[in-house]
């Protein structure tokens, strides 16, 4: 009798535990979630309330009055939103496809051949880790005047299509790959060509995703690049034309908030369908390096 | 040179013809300008030493270099430390966590406009922050957090930090994960309690990816631009400028190319020399462990 009671408690107080450790855990995530989310939730609210309402009173107030769209309507007249989204679109593809093939390509002599400078290849290749984009944009942008690449998507895009770190995430995870895979291929009459892209490239899609989840954040968020190489309007990318119209409209906040909210949509909701992919990207590229 | 032997090459040429021409051959162009006097419209006109001299008298550079100094010992630690709690909150076994990780990360592949904007919304005279303080009896006048020199450059790091912290989470999170359960349960037979399994499993086995953190945070800050320039302007009174916006500044302001470049290759030094303290340091503990 007395054994039982004791068990009893002793499951009583477990369970009260495993209770309140589980509110303190959900209390403290959601807190946190204000906070991550938080700037974004005023954006989105001051960019619904109508001209009628007072955005700068005291006390703030979270919740609109009357929700209003005509901000939106109104933004949507001065800042070409499809125009810049369509050059962002176009920058962060671009530089995606192409950096995943070139750091692919050349990880791929790096991982499973032998010959001469091998390793001297792949220290320089290495250290261009440690040299700084802004040490190197001023003659970069030297070289792209002389070459008339500014304003155009080819000079947003090439100093960007290799790095250091692709090419190392590919070599890394082409190197565990067994070499009988290599052979029978090559038994059968496949070129070192069709060995890449047959056999190896179709068992490296883990850290293609990795690598592509890291091009697109940095392609899809760069701005001291395309600032200092795009000054043509048409070509501006969403950071670029977002940063102009905060700038052009200093006094209305209600449109500075709805462009900003509308900036954002695009890349919130592509992540918002992808989360799991970003997320088991971002871990794997953590893994490897 | 049979074809066999032209293989490996043919495969590295697209990548390293990028990296040649976007990195080591502007490298040495920066380095070139640096010591000269050029302002793209002359030509260049060699001076010897005569931009770092001027650097080191220029009240200026020493003001932005403090500036970076006091944003890398701001941001660094809380990006390597903060980070490893959220990634234990969210590594628990609990119904939706996956919404929080995701809502955490949100920032990360937001751009830096977007947010600038945001948290500009937060920081106003009568927005959320001061609002907030002074509901909390925390301060009785309200702050111009970004227009005054006191406080402009550590309202722009907590935008830096809140906006890295869900990145460096989840490669925590792979860190945690990457942990055998086994080694728990090793220690649990053993009779380890909680606090001895925390010390002697998790932090010693999550040390690379401190190490990894501790790096590419550090590199990062080292190079912030985008969220001061969106935010302050580098004011107010220079109050906030950084290094890497000096450079900007000198380039695309004064266009004063070799100057720009002297403080670019002041900033890659100090780069290389981070990255070897971080290299010494933590990981040198990482290899002890």
Known sequence: MAITTVKKNKRFTDSFW??????????????????????????????????GENIFQYPPQLIPEKITFMNFVKVMDT?????????????????????????????????????????????????????PFQLLMVPIYIMALNLGLDNTYAGMVLPHVTTAFGVFLMRQSFSVIPYAMDESARMDGANSFQIWFRILMPLVKPSILT????????????????????????????????????????????????????????????????QRQFISGVMNGAVKE | MSRRKLTPYLFLVPGCTILGAFIFYPMLRAIWLSLTDYNMIQDAEFIGFDNYAKLFQDDLFWKTLLNTVIYLVGVVPALVIIPIFLAVLVNQKLKGIGFFRSAFFIPVVTSLVVAGIAWDWVYKENGLLNYALQLAGIITEPIGWLTSTSTALFAVMVVTIWKGLGYYMIIYLAGLQSISESLYEAADIDGANWWQKVTRITIPMLMPFVL????????NAMKVFEEIYVMTGGGPLHSSETLVFLIYNEAFGNLDMGYASAAGVIL????LILSFINLKFVGNKGNLS
Do not use: H
């Not at chain 1, 102009?244 to 900036?263: E, H, K, N």
């Not at chain 2, 890659?268 to 780069?271: A, D, N, V, Y």
């Open chain 1, 18 to 51: 495993n209770v309140f450790k589980k509110v303190l855990l959900y209390s403290l995530l959601i807190l946190l979630t204000l906070f991550m989310l938080g700037p974004f939730l005023w954006l989105i609210s001051t960019s619904l309330k109508s001209a």
């Open chain 1, 79 to 131: 800042f070409p939103f499809w125009r810049y989204l369509f050059n962002s679109v176009v920058v962060t593809i671009l530089t995606v496809v192409f950096n995943v093939l070139f750091c692919s390509l050349a990880a791929y002599p790096l991982a499973r051949m032998n010959f001469k400078g091998k390793n001297v290849i792949f220290i320089l290749i290495l250290a261009t880790m440690m040299i």
């Open chain 1, 211 to 274: 690598l592509t989840i890291f091009t697109f954040i940095t392609a899809w968020g760069d701005f001291l690049w395309p600032l200092i190489i795009v000054g043509d309007k048409e070509m501006f990318t969403l950071p670029l034309g977002l940063n102009m119209l905060s700038g052009t409209f200093t006094s209305d906040w209600r449109l500075i908030a709805a462009g900003s909210v509308i900036s954002m949509a695009p890349i919130i909701i592509f992540f918002l369908f992808l």
């Open chain 2, 212 to 219: 990894l953190v501790s790096i590419m945070s550090s590199i």
């Open chain 2, 268 to 271: 890659f030094l100090l780069t």
